[in-house]
């Protein structure tokens, strides 16, 4: 019977045990044991349901075009749950000396494709539009390059502006970081490839668009989908209905309680002549392998008296925190609010908040008739001093930015919230910082020589949820076919 240590309860955790005990109950000669430091499972990932209204802690939704995770979801029992992004009223606004404008349409990857909403958007200044449409005659970029920064990359293109009011703000929507600190190569694989093919982004972009647009016609000229005629376009983003935790349950439901420790951080590990021993709680036990699931910082720590050049590449990977503050609003006691999802703000704003998203536009059904649930993001690389501040300073900052954002009429500081939640997530967002896939190959090379050895979670290839899965489940079929 192969014994495998998982270590780390978030989802790439959770994934990893559901396979293992997939593989089990199939007869596959394979058991584990989830460790687990804190007294929940699920990481990130948690929500709860309060007067009716779904209040997400962590992450809201996962990308659709990312299969993993509404596939676990199914093969959970969800499908039923899931739920697509209200995208009939996507509209996202960028802060810009405290007005808020909207994004223009056709931007993709933050590359602008449409020449009228970018000639007409108040989001730049004449002279970067002029940068913009200049942009088309950019040459390309020779091959083999070192990596850079996503900041760099955007820079050359389209200009300083295009890095604050668009690089800056999207990514640290996404994680929590810093344009000129994120590899480009990592998290914007595609622009690069781009400008060395067609040297300007936006034509590379376009091209990419036209080849899309004509697979979809000869595929419907085939005969897929012409009974059906065109297929709706699917949702940006899908959320479970009654929120994340709804998977962490249903994903706790399918694993043997025996095999599940909480409470329970692993506080060193060991190589010996059979496999590995995992130390946790006081006690050491023996076994054959070891998934890695908790961040990577902490893997690193643990790892380092094995393999130093590996402890060290993994504990440098940089990480952020963030805060969620939810604000529960009776929608009565607001004016209106602007049409969309939410608002980014850039650094240079020089605000605490990164960002804002009214939940009931953005998933429908979520949040009963009449109320308003603001769920704003504070911290980031940039400001990881506010994660010490107090619970009632971090809403009374909140309060302040969104009236003075929206203005005193639609959003007065005093209106009294009916619920308020703040919750801190220390460390927890990877930042694939520039080099980040030279540091991953040493990884991969030291840790392939340590057998029984596999790593999962948001620090490797994806920091999104769907990712993470893909990572979790990888790791436990490779080890289960071993067994
Ligand atoms: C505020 C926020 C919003 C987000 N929004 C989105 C979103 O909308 N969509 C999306 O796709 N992604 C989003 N993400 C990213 C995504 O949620 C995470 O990348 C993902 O959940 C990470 O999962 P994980 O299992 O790798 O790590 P984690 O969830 O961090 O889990 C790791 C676990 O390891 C445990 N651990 C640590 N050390 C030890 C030890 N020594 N022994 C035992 N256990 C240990 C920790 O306690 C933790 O539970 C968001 C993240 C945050 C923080």
Redesign the pocket.
């Known amino acids: 019977m192969m014994r495998i240590a998982i270590?780390?309860?978030?989802?790439?955790?959770?994934?990893a045990a559901y396979e293992l005990e997939k593989a089990h109950n199939a007869g596959t000669p394979v058991t584990y044991t989830l460790?687990?430091?804190?007294e929940?499972?699920?990481?990130?990932?948690s929500s709860e349901i309060i007067n009716g209204a779904v209040i997400?802690?962590?992450?809201?939704?996962?990308?659709t075009e990312?299969p993993a995770?509404a596939e676990l979801c199914r093969e959970l029992g969800l499908g039923d749950e899931l739920i697509p992004s209200n995208d009939a009223n996507r509209k996202t606004y960028i802060l810009v000396r405290n007005r808020l404008v909207a994004l223009p349409d056709g931007l993709m990857f933050l590359v602008p494709t449409k020449l009228v909403p970018t000639a007409l958007t108040p989001l730049f200044s004449f002279s970067t539009k002029v940068r913009m449409a200049l942009e088309l005659l950019h040459p390309p970029r020779p091959s083999g390059l070192p990596d850079e920064a996503v900041a760099t990359l955007v820079e050359r293109h389209y200009g300083t502006e295009a890095v604050n009011r668009l690089a800056d703000p999207l990514l640290s929507g996404?994680y929590?970081g810093d344009a000129t600190q994120l590899s480009a190569r990592t998290v914007l694989p595609r622009l690069v490839e781009m400008e060395m093919q067609y040297g300007s982004l936006t034509r590379g972009m376009l091209a990419a668009h036209r080849k899309m647009r004509a697979m979809a016609k000869t595929a419907q000229a085939n005969g897929n989908g012409k009974s059906a005629g065109p297929r709706a376009p699917r949702s940006i983003?899908t959320a479970l209905r009654g929120g994340?935790q709804q998977l962490v349950n249903a994903l706790t439901a399918k694993l043997d309680p025996a095999s599940i420790r909480i409470s329970?951080?692993?506080?060193a590990i060991n190589r010996n002549t059979n496999g590995w021993s995992v130390t946790?709680a006081g006690t050491t036990e023996n076994y054959d392998a070891i998934i890695f699931?908790?961040?990577a910082w902490?893997?690193g720590?643990?790892l380092a008296p094995i393999d130093p050049v590996l402890g060290e590449d993994l504990s440098a990977i940089p990480y952020s925190s963030?805060?969620?503050v939810n604000l529960v609003f009776d929608e009565s006691k607001l004016g209106a609010l602007p049409e969309g999802f939410g608002f980014l703000v850039p650094a240079v704003e020089g605000r605490a908040m990164l960002a804002c998203t009214f939940a009931q536009r953005k998933f429908l059904g979520r949040t009963p008739p009449g109320k308003a649930v603001f769920r704003a993001?504070l911290g980031g690389i940039r400001n990881e001093s506010l994660m010490t501040e107090p619970d009632e300073a971090l809403v009374a900052v909140v309060r302040r930015e969104l009236s003075e954002i929206l203005g005193e009429k639609t959003f007065s500081a005093t209106t009294e919230p009916e619920y308020t939640q703040v919750?801190r997530?220390r460390r927890?967002?990877?930042q694939y910082s520039v080099g980040h896939q030279e540091r991953i190959a040493r990884v991969n090379s030291h840790a392939a020589a340590l057998p029984g050895l596999r790593l999962?979670?948001?620090?490797y290839d994806g920091?999104?949820?769907?990712?993470?899965i893909r990572?979790?489940r990888k790791a436990a079929k490779e080890l289960a076919a071993q067994a």
Do not use: H, Q, Y
């Not at 270590?7 to 994934?15: E, F, Q």
């Not at 329970?264 to 506080?267: F, G, K, L, M, Q």
């Not at 920091?463 to 993470?468: K, L, R, T, V, W």
């Open positions: 270590i780390g309860g978030g989802i790439a955790g959770l994934a460790f687990e430091a804190r929940r499972l699920g990481g990130s990932l997400e802690r962590g992450p809201d939704s996962f990308l990312k995770a996404i929590g983003f994340m329970t951080p692993v506080s946790a699931a908790s961040p902490a893997v720590a643990l963030s805060i969620t993001f919750t997530w927890a967002m990877a999962a979670g948001n620090a920091i999104g949820i769907p990712d993470c990572l979790g």
